[in-house]
């Protein structure tokens, strides 16, 4: 998803072993510049890879098709009957993205959405579709049914006297077009609105207050007079070894805020289900992350604002779709299905250039040529570059920092990250050069060359800028925009952070929530990025929309270097999948977990605590080969490694087929499944294996579905030790869990137990996302609703 789709890869991989051996070696010693050169002269000759990567792009279709429209509306008008609003509202929203602006059906199509979020008691989103619906001309005959709509959401909303004038407007249009049978209905519902109105006139129910009285404690939060959006606690260091990176100048509680940093730029994520198989003509009903989030502040999505020129872009509101059409979107629209195909990588680095404007890319690109070789890897040189004052390191020595020594989240420190030229495969770097060349050439035939040339200020667009034309097709200002681009696709694969969110699952009946992280969108953050990895971190990282806050999760102590984990965490890894997964940062990593696994020979927690175990005494199972022995000297059985491996997938196939029968409403037979599970492994795996934990979270989520309060908390229980085992007590994972049980027990009216859990779970959770997070408030509010209980019920439990 990051990098461009397989069948481009494949091209451009049999492309680089059919090339001339000595071009070969040319592209794979070339400077981000001569790669450029090299690439365009490339794809001038091979005209056939051009028209490959055209072919490919009719599987990721991004215009707007009014025929997937109706069929959308369709489905929609089907779910709607079915009373499945929500489904009906993602299918709306599914149709309004191919419709037309400005057409009667898409008016339609928000009239239609307006209806299932009445229903859903969004009133005041309701509102805004009716609205919209208003605006795109929303045909006069039909206008009748809205504007009922629209008093029944005022009446829900409390304001009786908006309501009353809609009402008015209603009753002098039917009056005017005159009784016709099709009003008849609408008539006795307006008598209806109209007694309920005067009901509600008579005894005003009490205005409800907003939702005070939550208030988390005030964080402590000082900015860094060197460092934006870092603490005062931090400060910026650098050597040879460790590059940049943050130390603590003072001691650091958990908790604590140490860096909240808005992203320079960031791109969502496609999600999974984007239809990409050759011929495949049937639209596809399911909501991915492009449905659900808005693709500038990355807000949930509840009635989504389309673009007005694709269908695949969709904003939380008409300014978001302003904003992000002014600064990159107008650039991207036509070009939707490429970035599709070119992966998010490219897509970042397209964006990066537009948001940096191209005035401030040239400066940084020509600076970089005019350099000494240092520029091109700033941080392979330690003496502080003070000729180099703006292209390079500031004052203070460290690169990226501005000449007043101050490091900002700027594309200036965005463009000092670390490219890693010299350590990426020539076959990646080859990849990457094409990739970046022809959607270079794609956005110079779309005419939008003008667009990118004079991104910083838009009122400039309107007169086209004249390029000088080269013979190998790009213009020199594209070629440097290309330069850019190459280099911020290759730092990526270093610098890429993903932005996560817990994102709901399973059967959503709402009493307990279950929530998984979901990668949500690749992003550059160039004060997060200034932190180092280490498998054993002692931060925590959490993100609202584009922004990023990191906080310590354990005390660290002042000249303690503050490391942030890049994913390969100990508790979840080996050490050594954890130094392959690493190997693309092009480090090896010394945290204190490595070297004790790797020189020690100590076997990793993981290893040990999901192991096999003996089938007859239950004793552990060793051996590096393919033949395990019982660590039982007594016992003497063996097994091979290849039938438990097998028995293992067995296992999980089975705990699959559970949770499908749960998804379609058959809990018991769930049940049945995973006990029978729970027996097998206990046959072959040890007690404290992650998927023993795992079979005791599911039967917990069946329980609570039934109502069985108390078999779901016993069952949650088990599951908590061993999270609590392999990732700590104090650990998100474990907070989670502890979340979880925290809602049944408050269920099942487990009062004090619930009181109790719910304060463990704050205690953990506000570590890791703050006093403000989203659980932290829902924990807040059992907690007082579980306090306002009268005393009887307190006393029972
Ligand atoms: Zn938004
Ligand atoms: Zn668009
Ligand atoms: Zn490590
Ligand atoms: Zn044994």
């Not at 932005?499 to 929530?515: F, H, N, S, Y």
């Not at 503050?562 to 965490?569: A, E, M, T």
């Amino acid at each position: 998803m990051a990098l461009p789709v397989a069948e481009w890869q494949g091209r451009t991989a049999r492309l680089w072993a059919a090339l001339d051996p000595t071009l070969r070696e040319r592209l794979a010693a070339a400077s981000l510049h001569d790669a450029v050169r090299l690439g365009c002269d490339l794809l001038r000759t091979e005209k056939e890879e051009e028209a490959a990567l055209v072919q490919l792009c009719h599987r990721a279709p991004t215009d707007k098709k009014p025929e997937a429209a109706s069929w959308y509306r369709e489905q929609g008008n089907r779910e709607f009957k079915r009373g499945q609003y929500q489904a009906a509202l993602r299918l709306y929203s599914k149709a309004a993205s191919h419709e037309l602006p400005g057409s009667p059906e898409v008016s339609v199509c928000f009239a239609n959405r307006s209806a299932a979020l009445l229903h859903l008691g969004h009133f005041e989103v309701c509102l805004e579709d009716i609205a919209r619906a208003e605006s795109h001309g929303y045909p006069d005959r039909l206008l009748p049914k809205v504007l009922l709509r629209k008093a029944e959401c005022l009446l829900c909303l409390g304001r009786l006297q908006d309501a009353q004038d809609i009402l008015r407007v209603l009753e002098s249009k039917i009056a005017l077009d005159g009784v016709m049978t099709t009003h008849l209905t609408r008539l006795k519902k307006l008598s209806q609105l109209k007694v309920k109105l005067g009901e509600k006139e008579k005894c005003p129910e009490p205005a409800r207050d907003a939702r005070g009285g939550i208030q988390g404690e005030p964080e402590i939060w000082e900015e860094n007079n060197r460092i934006s959006g870092a603490s005062s606690s931090l400060s910026l260091s650098f050597d040879a070894e460790r590059g940049r990176h943050l130390v603590a100048s003072q001691d650091i509680v958990p908790g604590q805020s140490l860096v909240k940093e808005e992203a320079f730029v960031s791109v969502l994520c496609p999600g999974e289900s984007l239809p990409l198989q050759d011929g495949d003509t049937a639209w596809d009903t399911r909501a991915t992350s492009a449905d659900l989030y808005c693709h500038r502040c990355l807000r949930q999505l509840l009635a989504s604002v389309p673009c007005q020129g694709c269908s695949y872009a969709k904003y939380c509101s008409q300014d978001c779709a302003d904003v992000a059409w002014q600064q990159y979107h107008r650039t991207e629209c036509s070009l939707g299905a490429l970035l599709l195909t070119l992966g998010v990588f490219c897509h970042v680095a397209l964006r990066t250039v537009l948001l940096a404007g191209f005035a401030e890319v040239s400066r940084l690109v020509a600076g970089s040529h005019c350099g000494n070789k240092n520029l091109q890897n700033p941080e392979a040189s330690c003496k502080p570059l003070s000729e180099a004052a703006d292209a390079g390191a500031g004052s203070s020595g460290v690169p990226g920092c501005d000449s007043s020594g101050r490091y900002q989240s700027s594309y200036q420190a965005l463009f000092h990250l670390l490219p890693h030229t010299e350590q990426h495969s020539p076959e990646h770097k080859f990849l990457c050069t094409l990739s970046v060349v022809a959607l270079c050439k794609q956005l110079q035939a779309a005419g939008l060359e003008a667009a990118v040339l004079s991104q910083e200020s838009p009122q400039q667009w309107s007169k086209p800028k004249t390029c000088e034309k080269t013979s190998d097709g790009l213009s020199p200002e594209l070629k440097t925009v290309a330069e850019a681009m190459l280099r911020h696709v290759l730092q990526l694969q270093c610098n890429a952070q993903a932005i996560t969110v817990m994102q709901e699952l399973g059967p959503g009946d709402g009493a307990v929530v279950d929530k998984k992280p979901v990668r949500l969108a690749t992003a550059f953050f160039p004060v997060l990025s200034l932190l180092n990895h280490s498998c054993c971190p002692n931060t925590s990282v959490s993100f609202s929309g584009t922004a990023a806050t990191v906080r310590a999760a354990q005390p660290i102590s002042s000249g303690q270097e503050v490391l942030h984990c890049y994913g390969p965490h100990w508790c979840r890894m080996r050490v050594a999948e954890r130094q392959q997964l690493l190997s693309q940062y092009f480090f090896e990593c010394r945290c204190p977990a490595c070297l004790e696994e790797l020189d020690s020979g100590v076997k990793s927690v993981v290893s040990i605590r999901n192991s096999f175990c003996c089938p007859k005494c239950q004793a552990q199972m060793q051996g590096e080969e393919d033949t395990l022995c019982c660590s039982n000297e007594a016992c003497a059985t063996s097994a091979s490694r290849d039938h438990l491996s097998g028995r293992l997938q067995d296992l999980q196939q089975q705990i699959r087929k559970a949770l499908d029968l749960l998804r379609v409403g058959k809990a018991d037979q769930a049940i049945k499944m995973l006990l029978k599970c729970q027996m097998d492994a206990r046959t072959f795996l040890s007690p404290e294996h992650l998927l023993m934990g795992e079979m005791e979270d599911h039967l917990a989520q069946v329980y609570a579905t039934l109502g069985k309060w108390q078999e779901a908390a016993r069952h949650l229980k088990k599951s908590i030790e061993i999270v609590e085992m392999h990732h700590g007590p104090s650990s998100v994972e474990t907070g989670h869990e502890l979340f979880k049980l925290a809602q049944i027990l408050f269920n099942g009216f487990s009062v004090s137990e619930a009181l109790s859990t719910i304060q463990r779970a704050e205690g953990i959770l506000s570590v890791h996302f703050g006093p403000q997070s989203a659980q932290i408030q829902e924990l807040q509010e059992m907690k007082a609703c579980l306090s306002e209980l009268p005393r009887n019920i307190l006393q029972r439990t």
